[in-house]
């Protein structure tokens, strides 16, 4: 079984869809999507599709993201609504054709406020959207530090599990990693890479929104500003 987290989406899905034939997803998969699936992009309507029916095959972990909480909280106020659509929320409408949050799906409102989790853990890594303090367990991690906090030379975690993280766009379109700590976020919606990695290989696919892909394994030695 392979373990693959995915970056930050952010409405490419014809990256996504690249990025799905390229790696060759296998039944036996298991799929880490690391947060970031709406706003920026054109098509968060389809990738929010694509999440849905691979939760329905119990193959995918979907973890929440601040672009997911933006986009929730703009349900309850306008000011959140007018944050949000300065935030990429526009793209988002666009991309169901709506003319206010009420004409997207209720199936898409339920997976996204019902269905995400703020992180998750295995024998060996943990997963979050954005970050973590080192010195906090995991599951006491406050949500500045899952969804906002940038990534940037984190210590490593008590816990002594490699940190799989996205949130903080990678201009040199390569993943990231200090070695306990691994940022694969490489800027999709920016005219980048929507990368996934094999956590246990290092081994990376990425694909773009042009359909190019390429191959390349994590370098614990890269340094892709942030």
């Not at 000011?79 to 709506?98: I, K, N, P, Q, T």
């Not at 906090?149 to 201009?171: I, K, W, Y």
């Amino acid at each position: 079984m392979r373990t693959l987290a995915i970056g930050d989406i952010h409405g490419c899905y014809r990256a996504l869809k690249a990025l799905e034939s390229f790696v060759e997803f296998e039944s036996g998969d298991r799929i880490i999507t690391l947060g970031d699936y709406v706003d920026r992009g054109p098509d968060s309507n389809r990738v929010v599709e694509w999440l849905i029916e691979r939760h329905g095959l119990g193959q995918l972990i979907a973890l929440r993201g601040n672009h997911e909480l933006m986009m929730l909280a703009a349900r309850e106020s306008t000011r959140h609504f007018v944050e949000w659509v300065a935030c990429g929320g526009d793209a988002v409408l666009r991309s169901y054709h709506a003319n206010s949050m009420d004409d997207i799906p209720n199936e898409h409102w339920e997976f996204l406020s019902k269905s995400l989790r703020s992180h998750f853990i295995t024998k060996s890594h943990f997963f979050v959207h954005a970050n973590a303090y080192p010195e906090v367990a995991i599951d006491d991690q406050p949500d500045y530090m899952l969804y906002w906090e940038p990534f940037d030379n984190p210590a490593p975690h008590e816990s002594g599990l490699t940190m799989v993280c996205g949130h903080t766009s990678q201009r040199s379109g390569r993943p990231r990693s200090v070695g306990h700590a691994i940022c694969v976020d490489t800027g999709a919606c920016k005219g980048g890479w929507l990368t996934c990695l094999d956590v246990d290989t290092g081994q990376c696919w990425q694909a773009n929104e042009s359909g190019n892909t390429r191959k390349l394994w994590l370098d614990e030695r890269s340094g892709g500003s942030t």
